[in-house]
């Protein structure tokens, strides 16, 4: 059923099946580690799986160079470098314990993936990271405002940040405008789509211009101070 519901959702065979076994590396780590409190194989189908790849359906994905930006188990990233080689996808989260089990399921997988071990307000002032990439992407459960202040800064003028919300998320993403406009993005557009019956976001935010050197902040300031 894994790859049925793949299938259905417009994934071919070939890159299901792939998705499939990455699908059986998170669950063998999963037994001993908290890497997804999903654990149904056509529940992940469907909710890991099918919805990274929504992000593929974009007229404005990049592609070029990549960072999901507190991936986790490695969503929606993995997915995204299992279905396109040509990409660079960068896999950055702050628990390393995740960070090592990603470079092995990588290296499994036969993606050239990097996978780097660190918080984003840190990493994102790396020079070689900084206003480096084409696309930003996230799942994380922060809220818009936080998000683009810890993600904007690794996207170049011209590129995207793409984060994945759910259909309750108008008054967030309302509420964060005049903090994307301090970090030199703008909202241009929010699309919808159905995944199961539900409705998810993906908030596209445009970087226009530099994003000032004062941020990222340190997260403890972020948090209590949100833009």
């Known amino acids: 059923m894994f790859i049925d519901i793949l ?18 590396l998170v669950k063998a780590k999963n037994a001993v580690m908290n890497l997804t409190a999903v654990t149904d194989d056509d529940e992940a189908a469907l909710r890991h799986f099918a919805d990274s790849l929504e992000l593929l359906k974009l007229p404005e994905f990049p592609g070029g ?9 490695g969503f929606p990233g993995v997915p995204l470098a299992l279905a396109r080689a040509d990409m660079s996808v960068t896999l950055a989260d702050s628990l390393n314990k995740r960070i090592a089990f ?15 071990h660190g918080r984003a307000e840190e990493l994102s002032l790396e020079k070689s990271r900084r206003d480096g990439y084409d696309a930003a992407v996230s799942r994380a459960v ?74 990222p902040r340190r997260f403890a300031k972020i948090q209590k101070q949100p833009l």
Request: net charge negative; aromatic share 6%.
């Open 65 to 73: 160079r990549v960072i999901d930006v507190g991936t986790g188990a």
């Open 142 to 215: 922060a809220q818009l405002n936080v998000l683009c202040e810890l993600c904007l800064p690794f996207v170049k003028v011209g590129g995207v940040f793409l984060a994945m919300k759910s259909a309750e998320s108008e008054d967030e993403i309302n509420a964060a405008k005049g903090a994307i406009k301090k970090l030199g993005g703008q909202i241009e557009r929010v699309a919808e789509y159905e995944l199961g019956g539900v409705v998810r976001k993906v908030v596209l935010v445009r970087k226009h211009e530099p994003t000032p050197p004062a941020y």
């Open 7 to 24: 299938t259905q959702h417009g994934v071919d065979a070939t890159l299901a099946a792939r998705c499939e076994k990455f699908w059986a």
């Open 102 to 116: 990603l470079e092995e399921a990588c290296a499994e997988l036969g993606l050239g993936c990097e996978c780097v």
